[in-house]
């Protein structure tokens, strides 16, 4: 679908994203894969962190699994097919009919993972329903949608007001908001999309996940750019006191630069929701 979203751009971030997320998945490859997994599905993969962390922690137990990633978008995973020729990737879109995805898939899975991905499809719902369709009965739905913080900022930075990382994501969820459109608005939460796409036996895993002190390398890169990207994306709704302050912290000529800084974090908190299809 066209959600006005410019991908093109964004996929460096996304590999970034996949690598500094990859304890994430690790700990979540662990919970959902069980010897008797023979499909598991990474949909919405972006550059397949999961689909990789999935076949990882398979070939580590000898689980028989084939692992399976799938995007509307095959640019975003080729790099990743490349490196891993026994990860099967596949265009796909939630917006495909169900025998069209089980096709995508080479068969019904034991387990569909959608992380970040799903607040894209036209309509959640009924991309829910069809991805229940592809599961076979007994399969696992895991969403991980939203509701996911990432903390990286230390209390007190000395500049601006405390509190500047949070609003900075509440400037980024008005301009997602007004990006999506009202259709989008939920007000009651990924496990009750769950259960009205007809999944049962519903939970959440929380999950604390992170980067130890002091951030270096890759993973400073990832988090200035990730701010830079927040704030360009986010300027119009950011208060335009934070905006100056935001200036300067990502302003490499400036001392208040956050790259000089030894005190930030990576500390992300995701919610998954788990359904199973039942008949
Ligand atoms: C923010 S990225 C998340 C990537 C990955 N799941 C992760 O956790 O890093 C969202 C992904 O959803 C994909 N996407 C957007 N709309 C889609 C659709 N309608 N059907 C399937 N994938 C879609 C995009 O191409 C992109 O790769």
Redesign the pocket.
Same mark, same amino acid.
């Given at each position: %679908?066209d *959600?006005a979203?410019d #991908?093109a751009p964004?996929?460096t971030d996304?590999a970034a994203? &996949?690598q500094d997320?990859g304890d994430f $998945?690790a700990i979540m490859a662990g919970k959902l894969l069980a010897p008797t997994t023979r499909i598991a599905v990474?949909?919405?993969? =972006? +550059? =397949?962190? %999961?689909a990789v962390a999935m076949k990882q922690h398979s070939d580590d137990r000898g689980y028989p699994a084939r692992i399976v990633g799938?995007?509307? @978008?095959p640019q975003?995973?080729a790099d990743t097919q490349r490196t891993y020729p026994d990860v099967s990737f596949a265009q +796909? +879109? $939630?917006? *495909?009919p169900p025998d069209r995805i089980v096709s995508a898939i080479g068969g019904a899975a034991d387990l569909i #993972?959608? @992380?970040? &991905?799903l607040h894209?499809?036209?309509d959640e719902v009924e991309?829910l329903n069809c991805l229940r369709q592809a599961l076979r009965t007994g399969g696992t739905l895991a969403i991980?949608e939203g509701g996911t913080t990432v903390a990286n900022l230390p209390e007190d930075l000395n500049i601006g007001d405390p509190g500047l990382q949070e609003r900075l994501d509440e400037a980024v969820f008005a301009r997602i908001h007004a990006q999506l459109g009202a259709t989008h608005d939920q007000g009651y939460g990924w496990p009750v999309v769950i259960a009205t796409a007809g999944l049962h036996y519903i939970r959440t895993h929380h999950v604390l996940f992170g980067t130890p002190q002091p951030l270096g390398g890759a993973d400073m890169d990832y988090v200035l750019a990730r701010f830079g990207r927040y704030v360009d994306w986010a300027r119009t709704n950011l208060d335009s006191g934070d905006l100056r302050v935001w200036e300067r912290l990502l302003d490499p000529d400036d001392h208040e630069w956050l790259g000089h800084r030894h005190d930030l974090y990576y500390v992300p908190t995701a919610s998954v929701h788990l359904g199973e299809r039942t008949a």
């Open positions: %679908m *959600d979203f #991908w964004r996929d996304l994203a &996949a997320d $998945f990474d949909f919405g993969c =972006g +550059s =397949g962190g %999961m799938l995007d509307t @978008r975003a995973y +796909s +879109s $939630f917006e *495909d #993972w959608v @992380r970040g &991905a894209h499809a036209a991309a991980a």
